[in-house]
Each structure stands twice: as structure tokens, then as C-alpha cells.
């Protein structure tokens, strides 16, 4: 299996487990956006695009934070036009930002509430600043994807201090099975 690491705002760090996955898990790839710190909805998803392009084998996408928006909005779009890859397996997607109620990242709303085209998994944080457990839950919902708890992690970025994030690996490793 091939990997899709797909990092939200700011990137992620060295301290951030998407960081210690990308070097950890085999034939990973990680998606690098031309600005950070201003994303743009479009070009984000556009560069997303790009990047799955250039793939070849099954993949999982694992999409943190506003990445999980960028991927969400993505596979949208490929569903409506009815082009999603079929090397795209799966997306696991761990802390979505709640775009529709941030608004540093409101550019990315409204986000899609439709079942995804491909099995996804969502790991939500009970105390999350950036998406409620209630909204992290009815995200899970709307995309039908399984949802995991992982307990008070914040917003399970490099500030959780996770390292390669084992509790995060099992979850990973647990919706795989499944695919």
C-alpha cells in the first residue's frame, strides 16, 4: 500500500506524527502546497489533484487537519464528475477542521456533507479547539465513514507531542483491513 500524507494549515512540523509517518510508513508521499500559511481552497485541491496523479498503486490518503477539508473537497469533485481513482483506496482522516465555523480557513466552506466514493475513517479528539467531538462525529457521519476516538489529544497535531502516534497506527492499521 502507498501512502498520501496530506498536511492542514501551517504544515506539519517535525514534532508532527504526519512528519514521523511520511519517513516511517513504506512508499509514502507527502503533498507540498505552494503556501502554507494562506491557503486557497482551489489551489489546494488542485495541487492534491496533481499529486494523485502522479501516484502509481493503491493508496490511502491521510489527510490531518485542513487537509482533511482539502481531501474531502476533492473527492467531491471527483465524484461529481465521476473520476475518482481507482488506485485511491481509502482516506483516513484524522482531526477535520471545522471550516465552516474557523474563520482563518472559512474559504474552504461549506464542506461537503455526502457519503465519500471510497471508504474512508475519521479519528476525532475529545477535546479537539478546532472541531467539537459532536461535529467530528456528524463529519463521520455524513461521509459514512467509521469513526475513531482517541481519547483528549487536542488537536492531534505537533503540540500532542505524538511522535509516530501508535494509538493513530493502530487506528490506521484496524481501517485497512477493512479495504
Known amino acids: 500500500m502507498n501512502y498520501l500524507i496530506v498536511p492542514g494549515l501551517n504544515n506539519s512540523g517535525p514534532k508532527h506524527w504526519q512528519s514521523f509517518w511520511a519517513k516511517s510508513l513504506p512508499n509514502a508521499v507527502r ?16 495541487t492534491l489533484d496533481e499529486a494523485i496523479k502522479n501516484l502509481t498503486g493503491d493508496t490511502v490518503i491521510v489527510a490531518h ?3 482533511v477539508a482539502t481531501t474531502v473537497l476533492w473527492l467531491a469533485k471527483k465524484a461529481s464528475e465521476g473520476s475518482v481513482p481507482a488506485h485511491i483506496k481509502g482516506a483516513f482522516l484524522v482531526s ?29 479528539s475529545d477535546n479537539d479547539e478546532f472541531v467539537t467531538i459532536e461535529r467530528s462525529e456528524f463529519f463521520a457521519n455524513s461521509w459514512g465513514a467509521t469513526l475513531f476516538r482517541a481519547g483528549a489529544l ?25 479495504l
Not at 502546497?33 to 489551489?43: A, F, G, L, Y
Open 31 to 46: 503533498v507540498e502546497q505552494r503556501s502554507w500559511d494562506k491557503p486557497q481552497k482551489e489551489e489546494w485541491v488542485e
Open 65 to 67: 487537519s485542513l487537509g
Open 96 to 124: 477535520p477542521s471545522d471550516v465552516d465555523n474557523i474563520e482563518v480557513i472559512h474559504s474552504f466552506a461549506p464542506m461537503p456533507l455526502l457519503k465519500l466514493p471510497v471508504p474512508a475513517a475519521v479519528v476525532a
Open 154 to 178: 487536542g488537536h492531534i497535531n505537533s503540540d500532542s507531542d505524538l511522535k509516530e502516534w501508535e494509538q493513530g497506527r493502530a487506528f490506521l492499521a484496524q481501517f485497512e483491513q477493512n
